[in-house]
């Protein structure tokens, strides 16, 4: 099956730094990925999509300027998390639909994030 | 306000039992229904669902939708602990995918 990957899987990091965190396809290609966010114990909420070539599109409340998201090619997209805090200490998890399948959600393993 | 419902929250059952698990939705230019499994990182897919009425089937796993009354179950027979997860159903309507709360199964020895 089609393969997405993350990185960093965790980091932990000082409050007011920025964290980036990249997601990529391994074997296709994705125009566009998903970016979500899981607090613990709750269902994944939809932060972002991801166009290559294009500006991301935000859902309502989140922050653009503090979650900057760049997707450079049609395997990478980048999440960057700007002067984190403790708040923004999440699960972030991105996920790539299959071309010609867009319906067909593949995730990658996800980042954990700790802001001290 | 659109929305995707998932029951029951938590669910226990013992091994060889069989679940039956639900999601609900209400939501505007429903594209698909789709359901994961989710165990410590990020979901795993299971099914995506489009038409009503056709069951899938993978395994001891299969689901089904209903278009007409807006909902899909995922029944899992013969469970094993290794089917102890979390289930997420996500429905796509328009360009937007929205999870359930998730259903958390633990199946017991």
């Known amino acids: 099956g089609a393969v997405v990957s993350q990185h960093p899987s965790w980091v932990i990091c000082k409050s007011g730094t920025s964290v980036k965190i990249e997601c990529r396809s391994l074997?296709?290609?994705?125009?566009?990925m998903f970016w979500y966010r899981q607090f613990p114990k709750q269902s994944l909420m939809l932060m972002a999509t991801?166009?290559?070539?294009?500006?991301?599109?935000?859902e309502q409340g989140v922050e653009k300027d503090k979650f900057l998201i760049n997707h450079a090619s049609l395997t990478l997209s980048t999440l960057t998390v700007t002067s984190a805090h403790p708040e923004d200490s999440s699960f972030y998890i991105c996920?790539?639909?299959?071309?010609?399948?867009?319906?067909?959600?593949?995730f990658g393993p996800g980042t954990r994030l700790t802001v001290l | 306000e659109d929305k995707v419902v998932q029951s029951p929250l938590s669910l226990v059952v013992h091994e060889g039992d069989t679940v039956t698990l639900n999601c609900s939705y209400e939501?505007?230019?429903?594209?698909?229904l789709l359901w994961y499994k989710q165990e410590k990182k990020a979901p795993t897919f299971l099914f995506m669902l489009?038409?009503?009425?056709i069951e899938k089937k993978s395994g001891r796993l299969s689901s089904i939708l209903d278009k007409k009354e807006l909902f899909s179950i995922l029944n899992i027979t013969a469970t094993q602990t290794g089917d102890s997860a979390v289930y997420l159903c996500?429905?796509?309507?328009?360009?937007?995918?929205?999870f359930g709360a998730g259903t958390i199964l633990r199946v017991k020895s």
């Open positions: 996920s790539a639909p299959l071309a010609g399948s867009t319906d067909t959600q593949y």
């Open positions: 074997d296709f290609q994705a125009t566009t």
């Open positions: 991801s166009n290559e070539g294009s500006k991301a599109t935000y």
């Open positions: 939501v505007t230019n429903f594209r698909s």
């Open positions: 489009t038409s009503s009425g």
């Open positions: 996500a429905v796509i309507y328009g360009n937007k995918l929205v």
